[in-house]
Nanobody, 120 residues
Framework: QVQLVESGGGLVQPGGSLRLSCAASGNIFSISYMGWYRQAPGKQRELVARITSGGTTNYADSVKGRFTISRDNAKNTVYLQMNSLKPEDTAVYYC??????????????WGQGTQVTVSS
């Protein structure tokens, strides 16, 4: 079993910052990708940022230059530093992890979601 625990959401004013964290635990052998997605009311879930085990990153155009994704491989944890937040960043943010278990089976897991609200 693999579990993901997210933290760090909340309410912030426009221009403010938040840092999200997602820790993976359980029968993990390796993790290939760790990423963050978001879903705003009435919209589809979209990729925000993703990072590979080697540190290669990709970002949605809407967050480039404002958000930074990073990971601590030793802790199986991914972070999303969000700066210069805008009201349109308001959404539920979900962590996503892809890897393999100690039984060498592939897995993809989603976190429970954390609400980010940007409002004055």
């Amino acid at each position: 079993q693999v579990q993901l625990v997210e933290s760090g959401g909340g309410l912030v004013q426009p221009g403010g910052s938040l840092r999200l964290s997602c820790a993976a635990s359980g029968n993990i052998f390796s993790i290939s990708y760790m990423g963050w997605y978001r879903q705003a009311p009435g919209k589809q879930r979209e990729l925000v940022a993703r990072i590979t085990s080697g540190g290669t990153t990709n970002y949605a155009d809407s967050v480039k230059g404002r958000f930074t994704i990073s990971r601590d491989n030793a802790k199986n944890t991914v972070y999303l530093q969000m700066n210069s937040l805008k009201p349109e960043d308001t959404a539920v943010y979900y962590c996503n992890v892809v890897g393999s278990t100690t039984a060498r089976t592939l897995f993809q897991h989603w976190g429970q979601g954390t609400q980010v609200t940007v409002s004055s």
